[in-house]
């Protein structure tokens, strides 16, 4: 059987032009599927990850997935603010453990604010459990003297450069507007979180006051005309915070999660949802499901077409090696060789192009991750393929072996037919 | 599964017969009342009575194109079944061998020369020649034990086919015909098969090479006692051979194939 490997090595070595095209199409096919099922599972990673530690999302009333996309991943915003006195009402609830109100609207450079505690540095949870941690710096102070504080995410850190100490300037809204931009009072950042691979790493963090503030001359989403509160002055406002965007919830036990969920959705004094994270982003996955299931069978036929490429390529070389197979023949080989031979060849060239395939992918995440995730919060790192693309890649290799079956039983009934003696 | 187990029954027997086949078996080759039809046709386009080749017999087999020859060698080759009658090739009976089991035959027992395109051309002289023994270990085990001494017993048929040794490593495609024939011979012969059979092995070499090369194949041949069918339109090169068979005179279907 190795004598048989080792002459189907040296036929497919005699025609890499065109077996090396066929198993550059299944690379690039290769690629394609195992690229769709990692950015696939690297989201639902990501977004797992990200709400690992809380145990309940509170917001205005509104659907459960708008209200975790916009609390957590920083999309979209939620219907409606509710009130501190709600804030409170809820914190204060005997199953619950901590509470971190969250207020959002306001950007920097596209990066989202977030106004919150300073407690949220030493409460929100990633991934396994892993709490946040300071690269440089420290969490704002949350006084008044430190009003004017932020705290990025690596990103925000990486990409614009921005160091300890340096000065950033909000701007209102997702900075879409001219002329929107809180200039008058700018925040000196204080500390740099390490990166976590969730939208933590995308966000800068101020404190309730310091988003009260900037807003201080600001009605209605716009600034009232010709006020003007200079930075310092605003510190002798009521800076405390009257409503906020959402809040994130940890419990004492988490059984109490349907008890305070239910809770919180028959609130009187105003209308409230709260969120299981886990329940929410199981029907984000059946909403985005379609279309990854549409991408992945896309992907599919793109594999498919290669390897049916690959048993045309071997097929339409097969009446010219007819000679060959005759005198394979002679020297003893049987019908069953000939169907292995060409088997092995169609599997080789297979297992070329997947082999390709991962490295392209490798290459791929080590020049593109960075900016993808970037851009996108999507985790692309280097890494071996997990349990489902295993899965894939098997599917792969059984429908290349399938495909390469189908000339070697060409080559099967042309052998029969030939004997030793094909009539070219 | 049933004929299967009888093959390799046959099998095992085969190389022990083989093993003293200049004393004990009489017939190389043995058809009787022989018949054979492609699946299509009416009437047979094989029929033949008797033919025989003895071991360490030479034979020279005259017939034109059509005249059956091809689908005689496919037959003895074990390729083909026949349709009716006793075909024996080293006392064995092939319609009662399994078709695996008459491939092995095939590789133990029978080297084939053919017209031209013997060689697979992107292998090397050398790994041409070894094909013949990939198949069969039996004559694995003859040409010699280890690697090295089967590229010794290559090194000395080549050189004994007057091949230049270093034309061993150089690939099939790289030789000329007359040297490619030559090393067909010696991938014919390698391992010492009971059994040289030869189509046409000279109709693409000119006059003085097909003279060269009868003389080349008829002393290995002799050297390695095997008996040689050698198949061929060309009646000039039946002066090399005790007997000389004509496919019209065995073949009493009618012609044409």
């Known amino acids: ?424 | 599964m049933d004929q299967r187990v009888r093959g390799a029954a046959s099998l095992n027997r085969a190389p022990a017969a083989a093993g003293d086949a200049a004393a004990g078996i009489a017939q190389a080759i043995e058809l009787s009342a022989v018949r054979f039809r492609w699946r299509a046709q009416r009437s047979p386009c094989l029929s033949i009575a008797h033919f025989a080749l003895a071991s360490g017999e030479r034979v020279f087999l005259h017939g034109e194109s059509g005249s059956g020859k091809s689908t005689l060698l496919n037959l003895i080759a074990g390729v083909l079944l026949p349709e009716a009658g006793s075909l024996r090739v080293l006392d064995q009976e092939l319609a009662r061998l399994s078709g695996s089991a008459r491939d092995r035959l095939r590789a133990d027992h029978i080297g084939f020369v053919f017209q031209q395109f013997n060689l697979i051309p992107y292998l090397s002289v050398m790994e041409n020649v070894l094909l013949a023994l990939r198949f069969s270990p039996r004559r694995a085990a003859r040409a010699g034990g280890g690697s090295r001494a089967r590229a010794a017993e290559v090194a000395r048929l080549l050189a004994s086919l007057d091949l230049d040794p270093a034309l061993q490593t150089r690939t099939a495609a790289e030789l000329s015909v007359g040297q490619q024939q030559r090393v067909a011979v010696a991938r014919a012969l390698i391992g010492s098969p009971e059994i040289v059979i030869a189509d046409e092995p000279t109709s693409s070499l000119d006059a003085v090479r097909q003279q060269a090369f009868m003389e080349l194949l008829l002393e290995e041949c002799g050297r390695a006692h095997a008996a040689l069918l050698f198949v061929s339109h060309d009646l000039r090169l039946a002066r090399h051979f005790g007997r000389c068979v004509a496919m019209a005179d065995i073949n009493l279907a009618e012609a044409g194939s």
């Not at chain 1, 690039?28 to 690229?35: I, K």
């Not at chain 1, 996309?69 to 453990?97: C, D, K, Q, T």
């Not at chain 1, 982003?281 to 992945?296: F, H, I, P």
């Open chain 1, 1 to 424: 059987m190795t004598a048989l490997l080792r002459i189907a090595l040296r036929s497919a070595w005699n025609r890499r032009l065109t077996l090396g095209l066929t198993a550059a199409a299944i690379a690039l096919a290769t690629t394609l599927l195992l690229g769709v099922e990692r950015a696939r599972s690297g989201a639902r990673e990501a977004f797992a990850s990200s709400v690992s530690g809380t145990d309940l999302i509170v917001g205005a009333r509104a659907s459960p997935v708008q209200l975790l996309l916009a609390s957590v991943f920083r999309v979209g915003e939620p219907a409606a603010e509710m009130s501190w006195r709600s804030y409170e009402a809820i914190a204060a609830h005997p199953a619950v453990a901590w509470s971190l109100p969250l207020s959002f609207g306001d950007s920097h450079r596209g990066f989202p604010v977030l106004g919150t505690v300073p407690a949220y540095f030493e409460r929100y949870r990633h991934g396994a459990g892993t709490a946040l941690r300071m690269k440089a710096g420290r969490a704002f102070s949350g006084t008044l003297d430190g009003l004017y504080e932020a705290v990025v995410g690596a990103e925000v850190a990486g990409r614009p450069g921005h160091r300890l100490n340096d000065s950033i300037v909000l701007a209102h809204g997702g900075g879409e507007f001219a002329h929107s931009e809180h200039s008058d009072k700018p925040f000196r950042i204080v500390g740099i979180l390490e990166r976590t691979g969730t939208p933590v790493d995308r966000t800068v963090f101020v404190s309730l006051a310091a988003v009260e503030a900037v807003h201080l001359e600001w009605a209605g989403g716009a600034p009232l005309p010709g006020v003007s509160i200079p930075a310092e002055f605003a510190r002798k406002f009521d800076l405390a915070p009257k409503r906020i965007s959402a809040m994130l919830v940890g419990l004492k036990n988490r059984a109490a999660a349907l008890r305070v969920q239910r809770f919180v959705n028959d609130f009187r004094a105003e209308a409230l949802t709260a969120v299981l994270p886990g329940v929410a982003l199981d029907e984000l996955w059946q909403v985005v499901g379609v279309a990854e299931r549409t991408l992945l069978a896309v992907s599919a036929l793109v594999v498919a077409v290669g390897l049916a490429g690959l048993a045309a390529v071997v097929l339409a070389g097969l009446d010219a090696r007819r000679r060959e197979l005759a005198i394979l023949r002679s020297v003893g080989a049987g019908p069953r060789h000939i169907v292995a031979l060409l088997a092995a060849e169609g599997t080789m060239v297979t297992l070329a192009g997947m082999a390709a395939g991962l490295l392209l992918l490798a290459a791929g995440a080590l020049t593109l991750g960075p900016q993808i995730e970037a851009r996108y919060g999507l985790a692309l790192a280097l890494q071996a393929p997990a349990g489902g693309e295993w899965r894939l890649l098997g599917a792969v290799l059984a429908t290349g072996i399938v495909a390469s079956v189908l000339p070697g039983w060409r080559a099967y009934s042309l052998s029969l037919a030939d004997g030793l003696t094909p009539r070219l």
